[in-house]
């Protein structure tokens, strides 16, 4: 019998293909009934990939804290996991710093932003991925070369970002992107807390 991650990463690709394929048949945006479609699909993508479980024991669980360092390494391996080349840089101080962000949820995020850079990225050297902590909140702030030629406005080049704002959101975080010529800026922000009482007492 299939694991179940891979049923579900199966079903996943299906509900991918069919968003894209109403947005190349949509166009214009004419066409209500295909719109609807595609809500529908972003909506089940984000909750069958809530479904999906992290090979890895490490990680978030609801309610407990992680160290950001361990975040770190946790999306590092991801990405090698699902092959996706990227250059990863960390500021030395984010070790000091702790969240509390879901395993399930982390991992929604991360699978989203893989997706979309499977898309899009032409190589690693069109990646990078800065993360640092920025007034009480851990930056994850992703760049990568799009087409030149193509649509800011285009959803399959913002796949599966909806997903992202909301999971933000939920967590007392937030997401940004831009668009810059043939770059795409993608800042995500979610809370974190200083690890030790010292730091508590600085940060208050």
């Keep these: 019998?299939?694991?179940?991650?891979?049923?579900?990463?199966?079903?996943?690709?299906?509900?991918?293909?069919?968003?894209?394929?109403?947005?190349?048949?949509?166009?214009t945006g004419g066409r209500e009934e295909l719109r609807i479609i595609q809500q529908e699909c972003e909506s089940a993508i984000y909750q069958v990939s809530k479904l999906q479980e992290v090979k890895s024991t490490k990680g978030p669980t609801g309610g407990?804290?992680?160290?950001?360092?361990?975040?770190?390494?946790?999306?590092?391996?991801f990405f090698i996991d699902r092959e996706v080349s990227l250059i990863i840089s960390a500021d030395d101080n984010i070790q000091h710093y702790q969240s509390e962000i879901a395993k399930n949820d982390f991992t929604v995020i991360l699978s989203n932003l893989a997706q979309?850079?499977?898309?899009?990225?032409?190589?690693?050297?069109?990646?990078?991925l800065r993360i640092k902590v920025v007034n009480g909140h851990l930056l994850f702030a992703l760049k990568n070369k799009v087409q030149?030629?193509?649509?800011?406005?285009?959803?399959?080049?913002?796949?599966?970002?909806?997903?992202?704002?909301a999971i933000c959101s939920e967590n007392g975080g937030k997401l940004r992107f831009v668009r810059e010529k043939n770059f795409f800026y993608t800042r995500l922000f979610l809370p974190v807390?200083?690890?030790c009482p010292i730091m508590q007492e600085r940060a208050a």
């Design 64 to 77: 407990k804290k992680w160290d950001c360092s361990e975040i770190v390494e946790f999306t590092r391996q």
């Design 148 to 165: 030149v030629n193509s649509a800011f406005s285009s959803s399959s080049e913002t796949f599966g970002l909806e997903s992202i704002d």
């Design 116 to 128: 979309n850079l499977k898309q899009h990225a032409y190589s690693s050297s069109d990646i990078s």
């Design 193 to 195: 807390k200083p690890a």
């Design 1 to 27: 019998m299939p694991n179940k991650n891979i049923i579900l990463h199966d079903l996943i690709n299906h509900l991918q293909q069919i968003y894209l394929l109403c947005e190349k048949e949509n166009k």
